[in-house]
C-alpha cells in the first residue's frame, strides 16, 4: 500500500456538508461526506487526511465526532490508520466501493442477467394479475360494509397488546385453524380436523406450499384452460410441465381423461365451484370422474375453492375434498374478499398423513404465520359474526351483479353476450360476433377509464381472443352507470 507523506492540509480543500437540524448525528454525516468524496474521487487513494486537531478546527466540530468518523471510515475499508503518521485514505480505486458514487448501468439488451430459466419464462407469459387500478369493473375490489369494519375494529383492540409472544405453531393459531374447520364443515362439506389446517399468508401461499411439497421439477400438471394466471405462474416457478383442458359450462372438460391419451399428472389444479376465469361450475358427474382417476393413478388433486362464498342461486355443490374419500385432494380457500386482503390470511387442508411432511417444510419456506391477524379473525369467526356478514355481503353483490349485467344488455347487448354467474365476483362477457380482439378492445376501454380483462391473457393452448371479464364487487351505482356508458362509447365509435 502506497503511503506516500503529503503535507497536512484541511484535506485538499474538502468541507463537509453538515446539517445540524438533521436526525442523523454529526459524526454520521460526517462518515457518509467523506465516504462519498473517496468514492468518487475527491479524495485521492493514499491521502492523508487532517488530524482530528486540525479537522476539527477546519470543519467545526468536535475532535471527538471527526474521530468517530474516522474509526467508521477505518472500520469498513475507506481508510487505514498508521500509528504516528496519520489516517489515509487507502489506496484502491473508488470504483471498488461497491453500493457508493454513480451506479452503472446494465448493458443493453441484457435481458437474462443471471434469471433462472423458470423466471424468464414467467416473464415471457407476460404480467400477472397486477392490483387493478379502482376503475370501474375492476376484479378484486371489496364492497366495504360498517358493521363489519366496526367489529373488526372493536376485537382488534383487544389484541393490541401482543408483544409479549414469541414465534407462534408453525400451522397457524390452533383457535383460528379450529374456527376454520367448523366453518368449512358447514358452509363447504370439507372433511378435516384442526391439525389438518395450516394458516397461510393469502391463497397463493398456499398453493406454493402444496405445488412445492406434490411436483418435482419437470412432472406434468394439469391445469384448466383459460387458467388463473398467479397459479400457472407460480407452478412455472417450480419446474413443472404445464398441459391445460379445456373449460366449457359444465367446468374443466375430464373427457380426455377416460381416453389415455395424457400420461397420468402428479397434480391437477381446479377452481372446481367458480372456475377461474370463466365462472362455470364443475358439474357432479365430472367431480366424481376427476376424483376416480386421481384415486386409479395416484394424482394429487389441489382444489382452489375460489369465492365458493358468494353463491346467489342455488344450494352450492359439494367440495371436492368433501367428496373425495382416496385422501387426494389438498384444500385451499381465503378471507380476502369475505373479509379484508390485507389481513392477508388463507388455509390450506391437506390430508391427515401429509400433515408432519408439510409441517417439516413449511419453515424452511415461513416460519409461522402472523398472530395477531389469526386472533383477530378468530374471535369474529367463533363469536358468530361471520355468516351474518356473509349474508349481508352476498346480498349487495347480488344487487351488483345484476345492476351491471342489466346495463350491458340495454347498452351493449350488440356487441356483448352477457353470462350471468350464479358465484363469485365478476361476470364474463363473449362477443356477438361484431370484435374478436379481446385485448384491442381492454386497451381501447381503459384509455376512457373502464377496466375490462382480456381472458386471452389467462389462456394455456387455447387462442380464444372472444371473452372479456367485468368486475362488480366494490362496484357503485354509479360506477356501474358512468362505465358502461364509457364502454359502450368505446364500442359504438370502434375505438380498437
Known amino acids: 500500500m502506497d503511503l506516500k507523506r503529503r503535507r497536512e492540509s484541511p484535506s485538499a480543500g474538502f468541507h ?12 454520521r454525516q460526517l462518515y457518509l461526506d467523506l465516504r462519498g468524496a473517496i468514492a468518487n474521487g475527491r479524495l485521492n487513494a493514499g491521502q492523508r487526511l487532517p488530524s482530528t486537531r486540525l ?28 500509528h504516528g503518521s496519520g489516517t489515509y485514505v487507502v489506496s484502491v480505486s473508488p470504483e471498488t466501493f461497491i453500493g457508493t458514487g454513480k451506479r452503472k448501468e446494465p448493458p443493453p439488451h441484457s435481458t ?9 419464462q414467467v416473464l415471457r407469459t407476460g404480467p400477472s394479475l397486477e392490483p387493478q387500478k379502482p376503475l370501474p369493473f375492476a376484479t378484486g375490489r371489496i364492497a366495504h360494509d360498517d358493521r363489519t369494519a366496526g367489529l373488526l375494529t372493536r ?9 409479549f409472544e414469541g414465534y407462534g405453531d408453525i400451522q397457524g393459531f390452533p383457535e383460528l385453524r379450529q374456527a376454520i374447520t367448523a366453518h368449512l364443515a358447514v358452509s363447504r362439506g370439507v372433511t378435516c380436523k ?27 400438471v394439469v391445469v384448466e ?22 373449460v366449457d359450462q359444465d367446468g374443466v372438460v375430464t373427457e380426455t381423461l377416460a381416453t389415455g391419451t395424457l400420461p397420468p399428472p402428479a397434480l391437477f389444479y381446479v377452481t372446481p365451484s367458480n372456475q377461474y376465469p370463466v365462472g362455470s361450475v364443475l358439474s357432479l358427474p365430472r367431480r366424481l370422474e376427476l376424483l376416480a ?18 353463491r346467489y342461486d342455488g344450494h352450492p355443490i359439494a367440495s371436492l375434498q368433501g367428496l373425495d374419500q382416496a385422501s387426494r385432494v389438498l384444500y385451499t380457500g381465503t378471507f380476502s374478499k369475505a373479509l379484508l386482503p390485507s389481513l392477508r390470511l388463507g388455509y390450506l387442508v391437506v390430508p391427515a398423513d401429509l400433515v408432519p411432511v408439510f409441517r417439516a417444510i413449511r419453515p424452511a419456506l415461513d416460519r409461522c404465520p402472523p398472530t395477531f391477524q389469526q386472533r383477530v379473525v378468530a374471535d369474529f369467526l367463533n363469536e358468530g359474526y361471520f355468516p351474518s356478514h356473509l349474508r349481508r355481503l352476498r346480498e349487495r353483490l347480488r344487487g351488483s351483479r345484476d345492476l351491471l349485467a342489466g346495463l350491458l344488455k340495454e347498452r351493449i347487448g350488440e356487441h356483448l353476450s352477457v353470462v350471468l354467474p350464479d358465484q363469485g365476483i365478476n361476470l364474463t362477457v363473449r362477443s356477438t ?14 384509455k376512457r377509464g373502464v377496466v375490462v380483462m382480456p381472458l386471452s391473457r389467462m389462456n394455456v393452448v387455447s387462442r380464444d381472443t372472444s371473452r372479456l371479464m367485468l368486475g362488480f364487487s366494490g362496484l357503485s351505482e354509479e360506477e356501474a352507470d358512468r362505465g358502461t356508458m364509457l364502454l359502450a362509447e368505446t364500442f359504438g365509435r370502434r375505438e380498437f
Open 194 to 220: 384442526a391439525d389438518q389446517v395450516f394458516i397461510t399468508a393469502g391463497t397463493q401461499q398456499a398453493l406454493d406450499l402444496a405445488f412445492r411439497v406434490l411436483a418435482s421439477p419437470g412432472d406434468t
Open 155 to 163: 376485537i382488534a383492540g383487544r389484541h393490541m397488546n401482543y408483544a
Open 16 to 27: 463537509p456538508n453538515i446539517d445540524p437540524s438533521s436526525p442523523a448525528s454529526l459524526a
Open 433 to 446: 360476433g361484431t370484435w374478436g380482439d379481446d385485448t384491442a378492445v381492454s386497451d381501447a376501454a381503459l
Open 112 to 120: 437474462r442477467r443471471g434469471l433462472s430459466q423458470a423466471v424468464t
Open 293 to 310: 382417476y386421481a384415486s386409479e393413478h395416484g394424482c394429487w388433486i389441489v382444489e382452489d375453492d375460489y369465492d365458493s362464498e358468494f
Open 225 to 246: 384452460d383459460p387458467c388463473y394466471p398467479p397459479a400457472r405462474q407460480c407452478l412455472t416457478l417450480n419446474g413443472a410441465n404445464i398441459i391445460g383442458l379445456p
Open 55 to 82: 479537522a476539527s478546527t477546519e470543519w467545526r466540530l468536535s475532535r471527538g465526532t471527526v474521530a468517530e468518523a474516522y474509526d467508521i471510515l477505518i472500520a469498513e475499508g475507506y481508510a487505514v490508520a498508521r
